[in-house]
């Protein structure tokens, strides 16, 4: 359930094994609850009335479908009204559902992530707008990861309510308004507009209404029955499509293609930010996406949950996840391969001196074979760029805690002091100093990327503990890798660390 200003959503999925995703049923309900809020700066009987009956028939509706697990989330208006908080234990009390009101930046990251997860645009940079009853999102980033997210107060409820355009619209209020929204969203547009964005995304109600009748007006025609998440139209179009909506009386609005007549009134506003934004961007084309916050929501809820283990178990899940990294970002996947089967022989031969857990292996492997995802940014500091990918882009079945320590060793896996995330305790930070030692040497030890290292085998002697690496071939590269990359393992175990090649 999205709960947004204008208006409440439910949508109910079926996830498969192979991660796909099925829409069962699709509801909506307009209760502009943003506009009372914008009004008078709280929820008052009457729209907390209207949210409970609606909460509460959209939760008969999923449980009646057969949905399993509920998730309800509420966005700018339960933010700021006085009584957001009391609104949100109401009708969790009359209803059963638990709410979870989230911040500006986490809507903003939650709908990109969908954008990101319905559209494939590649390395170049691309802007992201949403725009609800009570805020507006905007975005930046790539396929890879989110750069830039704001949430701002410009939601066409409130710009209804304290910037009335007039019915028909004044022309003189038109250029008010724009010059109050270039004021609100001036310096983010230039920060994004910076990065010169190959295209502008349009997500939600009102965006995606602009952008059937820019479609119409095209001569094109948009049924929406052929499950394409994705529509593509230049940025004329979409001009010609506000300019025709702020020409039209309220009352025929409603008759414009594409626009639904419960927004006759609020469409006009939604028109005069577009018109900032394509003027704040200057991008040609326009891609209309119907995944944003309710979609990011079913996808977030996948990874963050165990809620496909009726299908495939967690280790099928992160096995799936973690190859999928390695081919999207391209990384040498035998040399991935091959250094995690190097890591947990490395790892049984330390761990009793280390006092590592098994449960810590999993830690490891999963750097271990995501270590060089990050020269698909720059070879250079690629265990920078690597750890930064995958908080953009974590890999699923992971909780927080591990996510965390996977970053904090692929960041470490090279050279210098670990780079250990700060939201680690200290335990867990000692843990990945240890397994960032190991991938170290496990990634010397196919240095030449020619996976010629069969089997590792420790021993302690008195100067420490000795290393002994059978294989095949000339091992001269991956001998003297390690010579290097052992200090951080010495440096845990407290002795020092010798080799032995024996190559066939």
């Known amino acids: 359930m999205d709960l947004g200003s204008n208006s409440f959503h439910l949508g109910i999925v079926q996830v498969s094994a192979d991660r796909q995703i099925t829409a069962i049923a699709k509801e909506k309900e307009m209760l502009r609850l943003g506009e009372s809020v914008a009004e008078t700066g709280y929820f008052d009987a009457s729209a907390i009335d209207r949210a409970i009956a609606t909460v509460e028939r959209f939760h008969r509706f999923a449980r009646s479908s057969g949905a399993e697990h509920i998730v309800a989330q509420a966005t700018a208006a339960f933010r700021e009204a006085e009584n957001g908080p009391e609104a949100v234990a109401e009708i969790t009390q009359a209803t059963g559902v638990p709410i979870r009101v989230i911040s500006g930046h986490e809507e903003a990251e939650t709908i990109f992530y969908a954008i990101r997860s319905a559209c494939h645009f590649g390395t170049l940079p691309v802007a992201g707008a949403d725009l609800g009853g009570g805020s507006l999102e905007l975005t930046l980033g790539d396929q890879r990861q989110l750069i830039m997210g704001r949430s701002l107060r410009v939601g066409v409820g409130r710009l209804k309510v304290r910037h009335p355009l007039g019915d028909p619209v004044s022309e003189n209020r038109v250029k008010w308004l724009r010059k109050y929204l270039e004021g609100e969203i001036g310096d983010v547009l230039g920060d994004i507009a910076s990065f010169q964005p190959s295209r502008l995304i349009l997500t939600s109600g009102t965006f995606l209404a602009l952008g059937r009748l820019a479609i119409s007006l095209a001569g094109e025609r948009d049924t929406g029955e052929d499950g394409l998440l994705v529509r593509r139209i230049d940025a004329g179009s979409f001009r010609a499509a506000a300019r025709k909506v702020l020409a039209t009386p ?236 052992r200090r951080l393992l010495e440096a845990v175990l407290g002795t020092g660390v010798s080799l032995h090649l024996i190559g066939g």
């Open 250 to 485: 309220q009352a025929k609005r409603g008759l414009l293609t594409g626009v639904d007549v419960r927004r006759q009134e609020t469409v006009a506003y939604g028109a005069v930010v577009a018109e900032v934004l394509l003027d704040g961007l200057e991008v040609d084309e326009i891609w209309l996406c119907s995944w944003a916050l309710r979609e990011g929501m079913v996808l977030r809820e996948i990874e963050e949950h165990d809620l496909l283990e009726f299908a495939f178990t967690p280790s099928e899940m992160r096995t799936g996840s973690v190859d999928y990294l390695v081919e999207k970002y391209q990384a040498d996947r035998l040399h991935s391969e091959q250094v995690a089967r190097l890591s947990r022989m490395l790892f049984d031969v330390v761990a009793p001196a280390l006092e590592l857990e098994e449960n810590a292996y999993p830690i490891l492997e999963a750097a271990a074979k995501l270590h060089d995802i990050g020269n698909f940014v720059a070879i250079s500091d690629h265990d920078r760029h690597g750890a930064y990918l995958l908080q953009a882009a974590p890999p699923r079945g992971y909780s927080r805690r591990e996510l965390s320590m996977i970053e904090t060793v692929v960041a470490s896996h090279t050279r210098g002091d670990p780079r250990v995330n700060t939201d680690l305790d200290r335990r867990d930070a000692e843990i990945c100093t240890q397994l960032a030692a190991i991938l170290r040497v496990a990634d010397a030890l196919d240095r030449s990327h020619q996976q010629l290292v069969a089997k590792i085998e420790g021993g302690s002697r008195e100067s420490g503990l000795d290393l002994t690496v059978t294989g095949f071939g000339d091992m001269s590269a991956e001998g003297y890798a390690v010579r290097k990359k």
